[in-house]
Nanobody, 114 residues
Framework: QVQLVESGGGLVQAGGSLRLSCAAS????????AAWHRQAPGKQRELVAA???????NYANSVKGRFTISRDNAKNTVYLQMNSLKPEDTAVYYC????????WGQGTQVTVSS
């Protein structure tokens, strides 16, 4: 059974930082593509950052230069380092893993106060 479990969300002031983690079981991030998406209230879920199995990354324009996606193959975990957070980054953040099938985590709330 595949499980992706996010952690690291919380409440932070504007300008602060958070690091989200996504730990996988029953799924090998080493050979899969991974991504972080977010969904704010009343808005569609959007891609924030993605990383391929080869390590190539891409980011939404709104987070370029502030967010960094990375993976730790030994821990089978994907991270999202978020710096210089803004109130508009407030959302539920979801981890996604893709290898023939796509799997989602349950989401973690990030709230940025002004």
């Amino acid at each position: 059974q595949v499980q992706l479990v996010e952690s690291g969300g919380g409440l932070v002031q504007a300008g602060g930082s958070l690091r989200l983690s996504c730990a996988a079981s029953g799924f090998n991030f080493n050979i899969a593509a991974a991504a972080w998406h977010r969904q704010a209230p009343g808005k569609q879920r959007e891609l924030v950052a993605a990383i391929t199995s080869g390590g190539s990354t891409n980011y939404a324009n709104s987070v370029k230069g502030r967010f960094t996606i990375s993976r730790d193959n030994a821990k089978n975990t994907v991270y999202l380092q978020m710096n210089s957070l803004k109130p508009e980054d407030t959302a539920v953040y979801y981890c996604k893993g893709s290898y023939y099938s796509t799997y989602w985590g349950q989401g973690t709330q990030v709230t940025v106060s002004s």
